[in-house]
């Protein structure tokens, strides 16, 4: 930090000291000097004022610099300003005692330039790397939460009610561990008028698996809208081997998805399903909830000619079918 720019509240009860450390350090270069008279006066001081570092010696009336420093490290807002102890020869223990309370440093009267300059500048070194380390996770704070936003603007949050033509009723929820994660849902109508529905839980959280399970999410709307056309004849398993390859592709980091599929078409009852490595979906029917279980096919992203198999289940009208993250 530059030592013109840098403000520092010099706090002792004497003024030859305050006066001796001034002169001192403005010979060093440093210009934004504040004194205070005592700990109390020093506290009503930080509360109004901004300064980078506080040199506080430890014997004052009224509040000592061991009430001082207790004061600072219960104040969220002024715990962080470093703080260097000024000491006498024989107030080592005392010293160390102010280290062990939160201190940064500490300095013996009567004052050493050398050592003095050497110290100031370190702790002051030292608060400008937090103070960027802070500000870097402030804005890293921000743009996570952006992120969120964006992905959780990705799912599709209109939940309309049922109609004739088209009669599923779809509820849904997320919730991210992180800012950002990998756990996602989607729901869509295909071109031939099936309904189609994933879960999915890509491995990991974060940003990594936040932007692999965008990619995913998009690779199923894109297979199955090319694979479910009318008149195709299509099966589910072929839009999962499809998105299977795709991922594979350019996969440097190895990263992989359970995923959860299902189709239900335009007319009938019978329910076409994939399941890769993702936990198994319930049925509850007249009261009765019960798993779906089948084989289960490998996670999606190890290898691109694994094979793929879809299943099929009758739903009765009032049927409804529950999915979960992995």
């Given amino acids: 930090m530059n030592p013109a720019k840098?403000?520092?509240l010099l706090v002792d009860d004497n003024e030859d000291?305050?006066?001796?450390?001034?002169?001192?350090?403005?010979?060093?270069?440093?210009?934004?000097?504040?004194?205070?008279?005592n700990g109390r006066q020093a506290l009503e001081r930080m509360q109004v004022e901004t300064f980078d570092l506080v040199l506080l010696d430890i014997m004052m009336p009224e509040m000592d610099g061991f009430q001082v420093l207790e004061h600072l490290k219960a104040d969220a807002t002024l715990r962080e300003i470093p703080v260097i102890m000024i000491s006498a020869l024989d107030e080592i223990e005392s010293v160390v005692r102010c280290v062990e309370l939160g201190a940064e440093d500490y300095l013996q009267k009567p004052f050493n330039s050398t050592l003095l300059r050497a110290r100031v500048g370190a702790s002051l070194e030292k608060k400008r790397l937090r103070d960027e380390v802070r500000a870097s996770l402030d804005r890293l704070e921000v743009e996570l939460e952006a992120a969120r936003q964006l992905q959780l603007g990705m799912l599709p949050q209109d939940?309309?009610?049922?109609?004739?033509?088209?009669?599923?009723?779809v509820f849904a929820m997320m919730e991210p561990?992180?800012?950002?994660?990998?756990?996602f849902y989607d729901f869509f109508y295909c071109p031939d008028g099936s309904f189609c529905f994933l879960v999915g839980d890509v491995m990991g959280k974060g940003v990594a698996a936040g932007m692999f399970m965008a990619?995913?999410?998009?690779?199923?709307?894109?297979?199955?809208?090319?694979?479910?056309?009318?008149?195709?004849?299509?099966?589910?398993?072929?839009?999962?081997?499809?998105v299977n390859r795709e991922l594979c592709e350019n996969n440097s980091e190895e990263m992989f998805v359970t995923l959860f599929v299902g189709i239900i078409p335009p007319e009938g009852s019978e329910f076409s399903y994939c399941n890769a490595a993702h936990n198994l979906p319930y049925r509850l029917r007249d009261g009765e909830i019960n798993a779906i279980a089948q084989p289960q096919s490998p996670a999606l992203g190890f290898m691109d000619d694994t094979p793929y198999r879809s299943d099929r289940l009758t739903l009765e009208p009032a049927d409804m079918l529950l999915v979960g993250p992995r």
């Fill in 177 to 183: 561990a992180q800012e950002v994660g990998g756990d």
């Fill in 215 to 242: 990619r995913t999410k998009s690779l199923v709307r894109m297979a199955a809208d090319l694979i479910f056309v009318p008149g195709a004849g299509a099966d589910l398993a072929d839009v999962v081997v499809r």
């Fill in 17 to 37: 000291n305050l006066y001796t450390l001034s002169l001192h350090l403005k010979r060093i270069g440093y210009a934004q000097l504040e004194t205070a008279g």
């Fill in 6 to 8: 840098a403000r520092l």
């Fill in 159 to 169: 939940f309309t009610k049922p109609t004739p033509a088209r009669p599923v009723e």
